[in-house]
């Protein structure tokens, strides 16, 4: 009898766990003991199966950076905390391999994940600052190889005698935005346990850390055995019934036609919504018992029916699988995307849009738990746009603050560093910041100008304080009062141009950006990198 290859070996003990899983009880997530390879959830095998499509794109790299101002940072203590937390976190230890067509991914007992140091302080202020953008647009802008771990990148730019930035990139198939708050709150416990000397890196850690019940890993062998129970298929069938069939795919581009091939290069447009619209919006969702994000997402919603003249069509929005307490402390991907069908139809009041929003937002996060995969297909039976999906926007409402690492006496503050990319055509992401609203749309420079993307800037900020002041005013309404604006803000775009010079983008130094006294701030463009 021929003897199994590794790989053969490999594959035959993932079957047996299958086995072994599909008679786990699905009422918790216990730890699993067997062999070191796992199944990939179902959210990390569609970024597998893109970066497959695509080897060495940085689509899927995210970079939250935090500020640090005030103090010492120690740059020994801060590169064995991340050790640690490496350490501590199996999905910061994992790498991704494909065997016979199969993706498992693998945990690694040990991974180093060096610090990398950047000394500023000797440039001139403006060489500065582009080598600090530099920096960091080349640790988000370089690829991971899925095979090697750790999918992350770590770097500390110090710039003056008391101000660094800590960037940290991770790649999406083992971190999402809640991971972020999850790394930072477990960096400060290990370098304050540090700093008093209460902990090193090889002895006992007394840093107010409760052990992990589970590892992530553990997470995707319960989803995958989730998957395989017979009451998971009747989610499919609302999927189905909803797509049946799907609305055809929005044309977003500027001038109406879509070009033949679309790249995901990105340009991010930021803008600030000031306390005084802040304030309404709060008033108005407390008035009519409604949710920011609802009311937020109708805003987002009339605003791509506007632009598109369009009535019915799909927006995607994100959804967190951490419903259940054993995944509370873990970094790892835990949301997918839902796609909500948009109904403007009928010359609805905005009341109406905001109450349409709100019941399909309920309905698509009922049936969450059918994986995206499932769903692709049912999208794309209403067709999809040359090179891409249907589902071309997406809207993302951040209403838990993302707290930063924290060091006793320095003062810190977090931003989201840019990567040049969109994947989707057009993203409008809200972030709360406790005062206002910092924005952003995330956008393909292929189908939108920045001149374009300005213009949504305007509408959506106007349309928002339009609909708290008026929410029985109909989409007819609401359409005038908005081509009157598009109107004046094409006009003031025209005499500008004509009146001075173009200037460079200006870059961003981080995503709390102040509104002026004079109210919203304007829209500044940082300036996307292609991906290499």
């Known amino acids: 009898m021929p003897l ?101 991914q693998r945990i690694h007992p040990a991974v180093l994940a060096p610090l990398v140091n950047h000394d500023l302080r000797g440039l001139e202020p403006l060489e500065q600052t582009r080598r600090l953008h530099e920096i960091l647009h080349e640790d988000v802008g370089t690829a991971f190889s899925l095979e090697r771990p750790p999918m992350l990148r770590a770097s500390l730019i110090q710039t003056e005698d008391c101000e660094y930035t800590f960037a940290v990139t991770m790649h999406h198939i083992i971190s999402d935005g809640t991971s972020y708050g999850v790394f930072y709150e477990e960096m400060s416990h290990f370098y304050e346990a540090l700093q008093s000397g209460d902990a090193n890196l090889y002895g006992q850690i007394d840093c107010g850390l409760e052990e992990l019940p589970i590892q992530y890993t553990d997470f995707a062998r319960w989803q995958r055995a989730w998957e395989n129970d017979p009451a998971s298929k009747a989610g499919l069938e609302y999927w189905k019934s909803k797509f049946a069939p799907a609305p055809s795919p929005l044309i977003i581009a500027t001038d109406g036609s879509q070009p033949s091939s679309v790249s995901d290069k990105g340009v991010a447009a930021f803008f600030t919504l000031d306390r005084g619209a802040y304030d309404s919006l709060q008033t108005y969702c407390g008035k009519e018992n409604v949710t920011e994000n609802w009311v937020l997402l109708a805003v987002f919603s009339v605003l791509i029916g506007i632009h598109t003249d369009r009535e019915d069509f799909l927006v995607g929005i994100p959804s967190s699988t951490r419903d259940r307490v054993e995944v509370e402390g873990l970094i790892g991907l835990f949301v997918h995307t839902l796609a909500m069908r948009a109904d403007l139809s009928g010359d609805p009041t905005f009341r109406e849009l905001v109450g349409r929003a709100r019941a399909e937002s309920l309905a698509v996060h009922a049936h969450q738990d059918v994986p995206f995969e499932q769903i692709a297909p049912l999208i794309e039976s209403g067709g999809s746009r040359q090179g891409g999906s249907a589902l071309s926007t997406f809207f993302c409402h951040m209403n838990e603050m993302l707290h930063p690492m924290s060091i006793q006496g320095i003062e810190s503050s977090h931003r989201f560093v840019d990567g040049g990319h969109s994947r989707f055509d057009l993203t409008l992401i809200v972030e709360e910041t406790g005062t206002n609203l910092s924005c952003w749309f995330e956008y393909r420079s292929d189908l939108l100008s920045s001149r374009t993307v300005s213009n949504l800037i305007t509408l959506y900020t106007s349309l928002l304080r339009f609909v708290v002041a008026r929410p029985r005013a109909r989409l007819s309404e609401l359409k005038a009062a908005m081509g009157e604006i598009a109107k004046t803000s094409r006009i003031a775009q025209s005499s500008t141009s004509r009146g001075s010079k173009p200037t460079p983008l200006r870059k961003l130094s981080r995503n709390n950006r102040r509104a002026g006294a004079d109210g919203d701030e304007a829209p500044q463009q940082e300036q996307g990198h292609e991906r290499h």
């Open 4 to 104: 199994l290859t590794p790989d053969q070996l490999a594959l035959l003990s993932l079957a047996a766990e299958g086995r072994k899983e599909s008679q786990y009880s699905l009422d918790k997530i216990v730890p699993y003991t067997g062999v070191r390879d796992a199944p990939l959830t179902s959210d990390q095998h569609r970024l597998w199966f893109l970066d497959q499509l695509d080897p060495g794109s940085s689509t899927y790299n995210d970079c939250i950076a935090v500020e640090f101002r005030g103090g010492e940072v120690e740059h020994s203590l801060l590169e064995k905390s991340l050790q640690l937390v490496v350490q501590r976190q199996a999905a910061l230890r994992t790498s991704f391999h494909d065997i016979q067509g199969a993706p498992v």
